[in-house]
């Protein structure tokens, strides 16, 4: 029983292939590292973007202290998926992945400060309503002042009256002694 071999009638056209998938590797190794830089821009946008928002939370928190102030900021939530770490290039890939780790880290304690700015501007608007109302009844009590005021005025010019009475009512009782006598 002889085997026969069959071979494809076009072998040379396997070697002509071998550098396009070699070429296909490269551009998808390309590929990828250019989804990773644009990975990194959209990372330091957002970091740009959270910066900002720390730099209006903190004038904002400065304005509440003489004024209440409502604001809200918007948070965002920084994820990346990392996959097929091992087909691509190890130095540029690693570098890339560090530094977006980085911005990471930095929108994370951004975030932080994002809070504890948060957390600020609530006690703040909770001391200005208490000032609030401190001065409200600071007010009334001003007012109730004022009508003292006016009752002490009113009350001088009474004494002033009963004092011009009381002179007149002395003169009158000295004319009367002097009539009685004279």
């Known amino acids: 029983m002889d085997k026969t071999i069959k071979t494809r009638k076009y072998a040379d056209d396997t070697k002509g292939n071998a550098p396009q998938s070699n070429l296909t ?14 990975l990194l821009e959209e990372e330091n946008k957002k970091s740009l973007e959270q910066l900002k928002t720390i730099e209006q939370l903190k004038e904002s928190l ?54 504890q700015l948060k957390e600020s501007l609530k006690q703040e608007q909770a001391k200005t ?9 600071l007010e009334a009590k001003v007012k109730e002042f004022q009508g003292l005021e006016i009752k002490l005025k009113e009350m001088a010019g009474l004494e002033a009256k009963v004092k011009e009475l009381t002179d007149m009512l002395g003169k009158i009782s000295g004319i009367a002694a002097a009539g009685k006598t004279g």
């Not at 590797?25 to 990828?32: A, C, F, R, S, T």
């Not at 309503?129 to 009844?137: D, L, T």
């Open 25 to 38: 590797e490269d551009q998808d190794k390309m590929l990828e590292l250019v989804k990773r830089n644009t």
């Open 62 to 115: 400065g304005q509440e202290q003489a004024k209440t102030v409502e604001m809200s900021a918007k948070t965002a939530k920084l994820e990346a998926k990392v996959d097929d770490l091992a087909a691509l290039e190890a130095n540029d890939l690693a570098k890339k992945n560090a530094q977006i780790e980085e911005e990471k880290k930095k929108s994370r304690e951004q975030l932080k400060t994002i809070e």
């Open 129 to 137: 309503v208490e000032m609030e109302k401190n001065m409200a009844g």
